[in-house]
């Protein structure tokens, strides 16, 4: 699978998820397909999919701080960076 297909399945799992949603946070591809998660027009962070491996960037980072291998294991990791784990 392509880094390009990668990034479309976790901005469409990230879309879907109930728990980003109720806390007001939105889910964009940009153009060059980086994943870009913000709430309120604030960026949080930045996805992008590099030799099929996902990095997350959170915002005023100039690297990537998490790595995960598969689209379910980011959509856990960004839930737990914004503090959303415990959250009801």
Known sequence: MSDQE?????WQQLERNVLLKRHGFSVVVSETGDVIV???GHVRGV??????QL????????????FAADVGEAEQMVIEAL?????S
């Open 83 to 87: 503090g959303l784990d415990d959250a």
């Open 55 to 66: 990095e997350w960037t959170p915002a005023g980072y100039n690297e990537a701080q998490l």
């Open 47 to 52: 996805w992008r999919s590099k030799a099929g």
């Open 38 to 40: 913000d709430k309120r």
């Open 6 to 10: 990668i990034e479309i399945l976790l």
